[in-house]
């Protein structure tokens, strides 16, 4: 759901809107210093044809461990699997191992994508999204992977939530993209969901919250943010997607994509912007006044800006995002055998101090 293929298991309920043409999309907030030209993770390094999306980091006493996926097969379509990457700077990264993290053989699942890891309990969980092979009646669900050590995994629940199948219900036609912290002793899952929106428009699009004190039992899924008053779906933004976060303290912030439905665009469901909102409970958040990025941050991200991947780093915070150019720039990278800067993986950096100073707008939501 966060890369080119997987937004295009959402062209169904898209096409059902027809909103107006994407507006300018609001300026991001200053500050954030950019890998403007190119990805520092792009398509066909470290693997032949690799297409790199979702990141998901982690700091080590030597560096940093990316966990990310890529097309394995035929380039663009599935199986998507994890992959394991590690780094001394967080911009040169070596794959650790070599082959895909997990296998979709054993599963119901076509792909398994958006990995997010995270330790608790003395392992390292990954909660990810499982992508089915025929969307009906639902294109994704979320399983979840433990291993003692970040590198071996099994699959501990291949299907941890999904969908309800209710039309209407805020997650009604799916569930996926998960967004693991661990906050005090407990186990947090953000997601993204999606349902129909009563009174018409494009898809309504929120996150939600389970939540764990063991990493089996989960409580019931609730909605914890719904799209505000800077993205409305008059102007056919569908919500958020691709749900990250950070605890510090009680506090959670969370880091999340935009999402905007277009009909005739190519594809009609992109993630245009990356925003950020504040929690004290995990539930209850405050919205910043302007997105942290947005897909005219770089030269490289026109077509979409997608999969947030956040760290506190020292006394900076760090961000990896996905990203690609619009469909119609994609030739070149065909051309070289599906290698070059128009897909990858991005850095973003913006000092400590900016980023927890205090909004001078927001919304509670």
């Not at 119901?108 to 958006?114: G, K, N, Q, R, V």
């Not at 009609?268 to 504040?278: D, G, L, P, S, T």
Request: proline content about 12%; some cysteine; overall charge neutral.
């Amino acid at each position: 759901m966060r890369g080119i293929a997987a937004s295009l298991t959402l062209a169904l309920l898209a096409a059902c809107a027809n909103p107006a043409p994407p507006p300018d999309l609001p300026r991001a907030m200053p500050g954030w210093t950019v890998s403007r030209a190119a990805p520092v993770i792009p398509a066909g390094s470290l693997r032949r044809q690799g297409l790199w999306n979702d990141p998901s980091p982690l700091r080590t006493a030597d560096g940093y461990v990316l966990y990310m996926t890529s097309s394995t097969s035929a380039p663009f379509k599935p199986p998507v699997l994890p992959f394991r990457a590690v780094s001394r700077d967080g911009e040169h990264w070596t794959l650790s191992p070599a082959a895909p993290l997990l296998s979709p053989a054993d599963g119901p699942y076509a792909s398994i994508e958006t990995p997010s890891v995270v330790q608790f309990a003395g392992r390292y969980w990954m909660a990810f999204t499982g992508v089915y092979a025929s969307p009906d009646p639902s294109p994704m669900a979320i399983g979840l992977a433990v291993s003692p050590d970040g590198v071996a995994w099994h699959v501990a629940n291949w299907t941890l939530l999904r969908a309800t199948g209710g039309a209407t219900d805020w997650n009604g036609y799916l569930v996926g993209e998960p967004g693991a912290v661990v906050r005090g002793g407990e186990l947090l899952i953000y997601f993204s969901a999606l349902g129909a929106r009563p009174e018409g428009g494009p898809p309504r699009q929120s996150i939600g919250l389970i939540r764990s004190r063991d990493g089996v039992s989960f409580t019931p899924p609730v909605p914890v943010l719904g799209q505000g008053p800077l993205y409305p779906a008059r102007q056919g933004y569908a919500g958020y997607s691709s749900p990250a976060a950070l605890a510090d303290g009680q506090d959670i912030d969370l880091f999340y994509s935009v999402a905007h439905v277009q009909k005739s665009a190519d594809p009609e469901w992109q993630q245009v912007a990356i925003h950020h909102a504040r929690s004290a409970d995990g539930v209850h958040f405050r919205e910043d006044a302007a997105p942290l990025l947005t897909r005219a941050s770089t030269n490289w991200t026109d077509g979409e800006i997608l999969a947030p991947g956040p760290l506190r780093d020292g006394d900076h915070i760090s961000l990896w995002f996905g990203g690609h150019v619009a469909h119609p720039r994609l030739a070149p990278l065909i051309q070289r055998g599906v290698a070059g800067p128009e897909l990858g993986i991005g850095l973003a950096t913006l000092p400590l101090d900016q980023f927890t100073r205090p909004k001078t707008k927001g919304t509670d939501r």
